[in-house]
């Protein structure tokens, strides 16, 4: 079965750490870009960072920049998102997804993009 899943989310207090994990089974993750997305009920899809296949090149959206970075272990076909000195703010459900579109700040998903795993919380609170 193809798909990402994602994992690593939890519970944690403002100034905090985590890092997330976006594992793909069924296909070579290694072959494509990958982004991550932040959703809350009720709210839209936000784009908060994008790593290229090489994982050479990489963009944040604003709020993230300098506290968010993204890696990826193609041996593990797994992408990473750490996630420094967290802020109530961030809590949401955090999402990966194959071919996004970044150009600089703005990250996007593919347009038709249908393939959302089940994403994982993460939630900042004292």
């Known amino acids: 079965q193809v798909q990402l899943v994602e994992s690593g989310g939890g519970l944690v207090q403002p100034g905090g750490s985590l890092r997330l994990s976006c594992t793909a089974s069924g296909f070579a993750l290694d072959n494509y870009a990958v982004g991550w997305f932040r959703q809350a009920p009720g709210n839209w899809r936000e784009g908060i960072a994008c790593i290229s296949d090489s994982g050479r090149r990489k963009h944040y959206e604003g709020s993230v920049d300098g506290r968010f970075t993204s890696s990826r272990d193609n041996a593990k076909n797994t992408v990473y998102l750490q996630m420094n000195s967290l802020k109530p703010e961030d809590t949401d459900v955090y999402y990966c997804?194959?071919?996004?579109?970044?150009?600089?700040?703005?990250?996007?998903?593919?347009?038709?993009?249908?393939?959302w795993g089940q994403g994982t919380q993460v939630t900042v609170s004292s």
């Open positions: 997804a194959t071919h996004p579109v970044c150009m600089g700040s703005r990250i996007d998903p593919r347009p038709g993009y249908d393939s």
